[in-house]
């Protein structure tokens, strides 16, 4: 079987009057992500791993920050055109692993909803995403709450 894998990083700053947006779902939180997008931090996370695996670039290469028209663009459908130049290329997802780094608010209640939300975007089942949640520990710029940041790995065949 031929296998490639990928990683990914994204870190976004915390702003006011900004929806918080993770793997898709909209979380109650008096701060959001600031970014030229929906500054979705998970999902970007993932398509830079995607793009990674099959040494596409970057997220930036095809959605660049100063392109009006990915301004507050929903990172979902951002996933969705990353999944069809994998799939176009003859690639599938075999599976993800993540991470988010976030002081608050807690993400636990909201796991289940990623998963579901990152799998409908991706035709996979949940059980081959993980989406798991962490605190820096008061430390850096995450650990201030001055931003989010999410880790993700992936794991796609050929065929």
């Not at 079987?1 to 990914?8: L, P």
């Not at 898709?24 to 030229?36: A, F, K, R």
């Not at 969705?80 to 807690?106: C, F, M, Y």
Request: aromatic content about 4%.
């Amino acid at each position: 079987m031929d296998v490639r894998i990928g990683n990914g990083y994204d870190i976004h700053r915390l702003g006011r009057d900004r929806r918080l947006i993770l793997g898709g779902v909209c979380i109650e939180h008096e701060l959001g992500l600031v970014g030229h997008s929906d500054a979705d931090v998970l999902t970007h996370a993932i398509m830079d791993a995607m793009l990674g695996a099959l040494s596409l670039g970057d997220i930036g290469h095809y959605f660049p920050p100063t392109d009006p028209q990915w301004e507050g663009a929903d990172s979902l459908k951002l996933l969705t055109q990353v999944h069809r130049l994998v799939r176009d290329r003859g690639w599938r997802v075999i599976n993800i692993d993540s991470t988010v780094v976030a002081e608050r608010p807690k993400l636990k209640p909201h796991i289940e909803a990623m998963k579901r939300a990152l799998g409908a975007a991706l035709s996979i089942e949940r059980d081959r995403i993980g989406v798991k949640a962490t605190t820096n520990e008061g430390l850096g710029p995450t650990g201030r709450e001055e931003g989010i940041a999410a880790y993700a790995v992936v794991l796609l065949a050929k065929g």
